[in-house]
């Protein structure tokens, strides 16, 4: 019982929401209505300039909508579009630690870096130099430190721009495996123009126009 109604209480939610740059007539983001009530892989598709990292700046807080109403109960962490924006420390530890913001004891603190590298697929990872990962592995170990700061949502930018195949497999299959948790699944929204991205969504919306679209099962997504 606590659970379900639990999950009614969204973890975001939009109410009429419309924004235009300063100086920009045109509503970029036009009567934008949508909840996330759920931990799930939910995912926002749309075309360059189409304003995803607006919505995604709305979401966080950096920007204030013209009108309408914005909720967020969310404790959220970031994973920029380029890896190379976001990583601060030379090596894996030493980024992890930054993001650690309780006072735990050291032998805590060296179990939540081993569980958090494992959970996005970089065991032994600790002692690596940033300088020597993969486009791929910079964005799972941001997923590592959003973890490690106990953060509850994670807002992903375009994660995979930047990333050959490979890499992009895995990062998409790291979130799908934390979304899925069934303990303590997280609650992830990904931002993307790959539409070959959204099989992997257990809800998908489209941003066209200014407008959100109501969120869809990938399998029933139409292509327009
Ligand atoms: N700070 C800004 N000031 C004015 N216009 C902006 C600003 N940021 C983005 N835009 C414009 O808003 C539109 C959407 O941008 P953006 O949200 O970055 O789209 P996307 O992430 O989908 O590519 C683009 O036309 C862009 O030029
Ligand atoms: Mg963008």
């Known amino acids: ?6 999950n009614e209480i969204p973890l975001i939610h939009f109410k009429d929401v419309y ?14 209505n ?12 749309g075309k360059n ?13 950096i920007i204030k909508p013209k009108s309408g109403f914005i909720d967020s109960r ?3 962490g970031m994973v920029f579009q380029n890896p190379d924006h976001q990583i601060l420390m030379p090596n894996c530890r030493s980024e992890l630690l930054i993001n650690i913001d309780q006072y735990i004891s050291q032998n805590e603190i060296n179990k939540k870096i081993e569980n958090v590298l ?4 970089m065991k032994g990872f600790e002692k690596r130099p940033v300088h020597t990962l993969s486009g791929g592995q910079k964005q799972r170990l941001s997923i590592a430190c959003a973890l490690i700061s ?10 995979t721009a ?11 299959q790291t979130i799908k495996n934390l979304t899925s948790d069934i303990k303590n699944p997280l609650s992830a929204l990904w931002i993307t123009h790959r539409y070959e991205e959204l099989t992997y969504a257990d809800s998908v919306a489209e941003l066209k126009n200014g407008f959100l679209s109501d969120w869809q099962e990938p399998s029933k997504f139409q292509y327009n």
């Open 1 to 6: 019982m606590r659970a379900s109604l639990e």
């Open 118 to 121: 494992d959970q996005v697929g």
């Open 74 to 76: 969310a404790n959220i």
């Open 49 to 61: 300039g189409s304003g995803k990292t607006t919505l995604l700046k709305l979401i966080n807080g």
């Open 162 to 172: 930047f990333l050959d195949q490979t890499s992009q497999l895995k990062v998409l």
């Open 19 to 32: 924004f235009s740059y300063p100086g920009k007539k045109e509503n970029l983001i036009f009567k934008c």
């Open 34 to 45: 949508f909840s996330i009530k759920k931990p799930g892989f939910w995912m926002v598709v």
């Open 150 to 159: 106990d953060r509850n949502f994670i807002l992903l930018d375009e994660p």
